[in-house]
């Protein structure tokens, strides 16, 4: 099992940057895929970014290519997110969330979640 908790999140501008953070417990990080996920208000919860547990493969949704990059450090345990050309649609509740096997896009495929970060925009 692995506990997560996510930091970073903030008010910032439109065209700004900010890099989150996602702090696993145990000693199995490595073995886990990792991925972001965000909530906006009123909306189901859409995919972001998706890491392998060695970081040689990611995914990225349509909406954050180019702009957003996943990240993981095994040995602190820590996964990123740096967001930059920050735009008021990025505006949500960031998670990140653990699986065992390959990245997907499907929320209810990972196993583990995080509490969440607030990111707000604003234009």
């Known amino acids: 099992q692995v506990q997560l908790v996510e930091s970073g999140g903030a008010l910032v501008q439109a065209g700004g940057s900010l890099r989150l953070s996602c702090t696993a417990s145990g000693r199995t990080f490595s073995t886990y895929t990792m991925g972001w996920f965000r909530q906006a208000p009123g909306k189901g919860r859409e995919f972001v970014t998706a890491i392998t547990g060695s970081g040689s493969m990611t995914r990225y949704a349509d909406s954050v290519k180019g702009r957003f990059t996943i990240s993981r450090d095994n040995a602190k345990n820590t996964l990123y997110l740096q967001m930059n050309s920050l735009k008021p649609e990025d505006t949500a509740v960031y998670y990140c969330?653990?699986?065992?096997?390959?990245?997907?896009?499907?929320?209810?495929?990972?196993?583990?979640w995080g509490q969440g970060t607030q990111v707000t925009v604003s234009s």
């Open positions: 969330a653990a699986r065992n096997l390959a990245p997907v896009v499907v929320a209810a495929m990972y196993n583990y």
